[in-house]
């Protein structure tokens, strides 16, 4: 007997989360793997945790409401259309700027910036990556943008301006663990699929 269809992501159940959950392990090792390449660091990542949420219920996930996150927002183009946002708080984007630039960083300048949107930019990469390998799809990166502000702040403005109606948001935290350092980075990869691509990835999902 075929399941009822919803445009609800919380909808999945649990063998069908549990296949996003292993995409999202994938991604977070690729994402880590990418990231030690970069910085010349042995890095390690923690298995990832995955929720499907309504998008308003995300800033609490991510920082507390008076602080501050970096994130690097791109729309996904190809056979799924969206955004995805890679997601840091403040202080974890001043340390993902110093292992970028190879220094200590204390405040986002410009160049500050440039070097968390190519962090941001290469790790969201190796997330779609693995969830275009998961569909069997083409998914297609746009050049990355940055946002700086408070995260219910940088939510809203997204969803306004550029989610297309997106109300579903499958959220990745992922922690990388720097082994030299002995320091974890705490990162979120937001999913954010327009109504015709939820279709269609939900559709995928069951039929899997």
Do not use: W
Request: hydrophobic share 45%.
């Amino acid at each position: 007997m075929t399941a009822p269809q919803s445009d609800d992501l919380r909808t999945l159940s649990a063998a069908q989360l549990d296949a996003l959950r292993e995409v999202a392990n994938i991604g977070a090792g690729h994402a880590a793997t990418a990231l030690s390449q970069m910085t010349e660091q042995r890095i390690m990542i923690s298995v990832p945790q995955l929720t499907v949420s309504a998008l308003d219920d995300v800033p609490n996930q991510i920082a507390p409401p008076e602080e501050p996150v970096a994130a690097v927002l791109m729309k996904m183009e190809g056979d799924l259309t969206g955004l995805t946002l890679l997601v840091f708080p403040h202080p974890i984007a001043l340390k993902v700027a110093g292992l970028m630039m190879r220094r200590p960083v204390t405040e986002l300048g410009r160049i500050e910036e440039s070097a968390i949107k190519e962090a941001g930019n290469i790790l969201s990469a190796a997330y779609l990556n693995a969830l275009a390998d998961f569909f069997k799809m083409t998914l297609l990166p746009s050049p990355p943008s940055l946002a700086i502000d408070m995260s219910d702040a940088v939510l809203t403005s997204t969803y306004v301006a550029s989610a297309q109606g997106a109300s579903f948001v499958v959220c990745v935290e992922s922690e990388f663990h720097l082994q030299d350092k002995d320091e974890k980075l705490r990162g979120f990869f937001l999913l954010l699929p327009d109504p015709p691509s939820l279709r269609t990835m939900l559709k995928a999902i069951r039929v899997g």
